[in-house]
């Protein structure tokens, strides 16, 4: 799987570490930063960061990276990836544009050159809003009723499984998800692969599964029930719903 990164800052270096944890190949991971293709050899504008993620590849543009890609990752900024880049890549892509308040490119210029594209990005007024406050507020949640010393990858891990999962389930969302987003479908497919930021579930979800880790993985210094536990984060799920 070829994977294009487009950003080197915080964000884009943190994910591609979580993709290698989940079985990515750092040499099918090729990051783009403002000078063009991060590449073995390169010297302008390298770190030590950019330097564990530097390619052995002959691209040099991200035109040239998005040739046969499999995976988009946009971390940068608006209006980056063109038609024709989107037309260059591989069967059924995956594109996570998530520039904000503008993404690489929009979901509605993705679909006039491929039907077949799987598309996310930062914004609500699209399907598949990638936001952050799906994972910081109840990463934290678990790793605090656990006292956990650390935040590790084993947690970070079990928060990715439990939004998968979550997404994929075929029982009844929350009717304060359906008026937050009238008129949506809520299928498992591609306009919904990721649970909506209103969705009280994710607090059950995650956080039980960063708690469940933490313990798992030593870092915990205050094992807890977890039937009790899940149990309470369903009541504390169902109070947020009401509001």
């Known amino acids: 799987m070829k994977i294009v990164v487009s950003g080197a800052g915080a964000a884009s270096i943190s994910c591609c570490r979580l993709y290698k944890d989940l079985g990515a190949r750092a040499e099918n ?14 010297s302008a504008g390298m770190n030590s960061f950019k330097e564990e993620f530097a390619s052995d590849t002959d691209d040099r543009t991200l035109s040239d990276a998005m040739a046969g890609a499999d995976v988009f990752v946009g971390l940068s900024q608006g209006g980056v990836v063109s038609k024709e880049m989107v037309e260059s890549m591989g069967e059924r892509p995956i594109i996570f544009a998530m520039a904000n308040p503008n993404p690489e490119i929009t979901p509605d210029d993705v679909k006039v050159v491929r039907a077949d594209a799987i598309m996310a990005t930062g914004r609500s007024d699209y399907p598949n809003q990638v936001n952050n ?53 809520f299928d498992f497919g591609p306009d919904y692969i990721i649970p909506k930021p209103f969705d009280s579930r994710v607090l059950q979800y995650v956080s039980l599964a960063v708690a469940q880790a933490a313990m798992d993985s030593g870092v915990a210094r205050q094992p807890i029930d977890v039937r009790e536990y899940e149990e309470r984060l369903i009541r504390t799920a169902a109070e947020i719903a009401k509001l």
């Not at 991971?29 to 390169?42: F, N």
């Not at 934290?140 to 650390?150: K, S």
């Not at 947690?155 to 359906?178: D, I, N, S, T, W």
């Open 29 to 42: 991971i090729t990051m783009i930063d403002s000078r063009g293709v991060i590449y073995k050899g390169r």
């Open 133 to 185: 406050v799906l994972g910081f507020p109840f990463i934290f949640r678990g790793a605090l009723d656990v006292r956990a010393t650390a935040i590790n990858e084993e947690m970070k891990l079990a928060a990715v499984y439990a939004l998968a999962e979550l997404a994929q389930r075929g029982e009844a969302l929350p009717e304060v998800v359906k008026r937050a987003y009238p008129g949506e479908n």
